[in-house]
């Protein structure tokens, strides 16, 4: 009787699962597994956890999800806690699995847990296939070697476009035969990781729930129950509200929804409803995350250093740890259109792709500080953290990434009065300015003191003293 483990990664699906699918038809019995790694909940040199409360509930509530797909399907999800190199050697000789399979990742600390993997699983004679299951285009399916992915994303998007298709879906296993001696196993709950249940807030955006069956909703509702998806391109910069972009970046960063079933359900929209801007824009978004994961593959460990993929030469920064990059982080630095967004990300583990574009400018460009702790911030605190798709951006927006322009600079003030004109996000999330009124509430700093006391408005007291006097600018370099 051939068993073969799968290890469950960021890949937390039933459908479109190379892996799983794979298994099931080869073996007579399958030993679906997930292993939470405590390193990835530890604190970070910055002094904040790897892992931050939003993100690790919906990372539980997308294992919990895993597992009810599974047991709907007659199997079982075996769940541990320890190193992934220790435990899937420990488990797989256990339970007499023949093989182990699994999806590749592209970034460091993920692959050198593959090698260590491998290296211990090969002393027990026991074979581990990867297969490659986190991308629009496969990688077997690029024009051109890795070594020569194109250092422009435009230069990529134009060639895969060209002369590469799409793979078919994998479909969902109708059943999953697993050891009948297969234990129960409980999924850890947020507490178990030292990090307190986070509390919602009423004024987020959605209520993110983790798991497979959630991400297909939202899904469903953005293209076929609202027709969301029509206007796309012109709503996708929004601030408020649930509906202005499709928010299916944390399912994606999971893996509870596969890219290839929202491309292919693109498509039938396209078929069934309009071929618009807007529709392709949702795959140019999906084509621009592939890039930076094959991004990764080609760069390997330059991704996380200062100079970034260029090897740019940069100078060091010290204002992690700092009084500096404390008022960042909490949202105090006095710029209300970066304190806004840095209060959501805080409160609810989201932030708009306009609000990361403009606070991570301002980290950068304006406080002179050390992008890498912006993003070790972002990487604790996103719902959609995604270790390529995090570190491109902000590779990107520190001059050191993928980009011909090296000057790229956002304007904060100016951003926040085209994109928050009449002051309903910053009044949204600071309260302490509602009275502002909508002209001077991106710069209450500009007010002369006593008229700022008459909106209730205090400098240092009611609201944080700026960390630099910010106006609009004209020649401001907009992003993609």
Known sequence: MRRILVWFRSDLRIHDHEALATAVRKADEVIPCYCFDPRQFARTGYGFPKTGAFRTQFLVESVENLAAQIRRRGGKLLIAVGHPEEVIPRLAAEHRAEAVYAHKEATDEEVRVED???KQLWRQRIPIDYFWGHTLYHADDLPFPLKNLPEIFTDFRKQTERYVQVRAEFPAPEKIRVPALLPDTPVPSVNDFGLPRPVPDERAVLTFVGGETEGLERLKYYLWETDLLRHYKETRNGLLGGDFSSKLAPW?????????????????????????DSTYWLVFELLWRDYFRFVARKHGNALFKAGGIRNAAVQESQLFGSETFERWRNGQTGVPFVDANMVELRQTGFMSNRGRQNVASFLVKDLKADWRAGAAWFESQLLDYDPCSNYGNWNYVAGVGNDPREDRYFNVVKQAHQYDPAGEYVKHWLPA??????PHVHTPYLLPPDELAGYGVRLGEDYSRPLVRLEPRKNEQMSK
């Open 252 to 276: 994606l960063a999971t893996g509870c929804v596969s890219p290839r079933r929202i491309y292919q359900e693109v498509k039938r929209y396209e078929r069934e409803r309009v071929k618009n």
């Open 116 to 118: 260590a993997l491998e």
């Open 433 to 438: 300015l509602s009275r502002i009124p909508a």
